[in-house]
């Protein structure tokens, strides 16, 4: 089993949908998580941190369930910039960042 | 975050020969982390750069394919060595300030073994 798992998509929804993606890890010892962003032939890019509680950055919410081990994050109101692919991350309380496989998203117009 | 400047951005290389990646962090990094990514795929960790000292690697990669230095606190290099085909990947720099931080990439390095 792959230490952090993603739906690869790809996701294709129509301008205004929202998607939602998840993520499982299998280490229960992981300490940090986080979304990341990779257009196409381009570096991965924080897109935004997950906390326990929950947190939100305009239309991206982002949601962690320790108890399942997975997060998730949703995405509303999608737009055509939003067309990239989601990589899932987790920090595995060794400075390491383990990445999962990606899911790609494709808005279409 | 920090920005690292990676180079060369791509190259083209015959096999059996050997190719640096460096990578130049603007500010001190408290962690450097090389992967690999090959296309269509999501990054696999290859090894920590550890300042002053030999690189942690992960499993299926060894030293001697993948030699890697960190002189200081805002430099790093990542040999491949002895390339084959299959060596043909993207490699990415990645640096972080510790748990709980952002990691941030270089731009990546294009690597075409013929």
């Known amino acids: 089993r792959k230490e952090v798992e993603q739906d690869p998509g790809p996701f294709n929804v129509p301008e205004g949908a929202t998607v939602a993606f998840n993520c499982t890890y299998s280490n229960s010892a992981s300490q940090s998580f986080f979304w990341y962003r990779q257009d196409c032939r381009k570096e991965p890019k924080l897109l935004m941190s997950v906390y326990s509680s929950g947190n939100e950055d305009g239309r991206f919410t982002a949601q962690l369930n320790r108890a399942s081990q997975y997060i998730s994050l949703l995405i509303r109101d999608s737009k055509l910039s939003d067309s990239a692919t989601y990589l899932c991350?987790?920090?595995?309380?060794?400075?390491?960042?383990?990445f999962g496989t990606g899911t790609r998203l494709k808005v279409l117009a | 975050s920090a920005v690292i400047s990676q180079k060369p951005s791509r190259d083209i290389c015959q096999r059996g020969t050997s190719l640096t990646i460096q990578c130049q962090v603007d500010?001190?990094?408290?962690?450097m982390f090389w992967y690999r990514q090959q296309p269509g795929q999501s990054l696999t960790l290859i090894a920590t750069a550890n300042q002053g000292s030999e690189a942690t690697y992960e499993s299926g990669f060894v030293i001697d394919k993948f030699p890697i230095s960190r002189p200081n606190l805002t430099f790093s290099t990542l040999t491949v060595s002895n390339m084959s085909p299959e060596d043909s990947s993207i490699y990415l720099c990645?640096?972080?300030?510790?748990?709980?931080?952002?990691?941030?990439f270089g731009q990546g390095t294009r690597l075409t073994v013929v």
């Open positions: 990645s640096g972080n300030r510790g748990m709980n931080t952002e990691a941030f």
């Open positions: 991350v987790v920090e595995e309380g060794t400075y390491k960042y383990i």
């Open positions: 500010s001190q990094v408290t962690m």
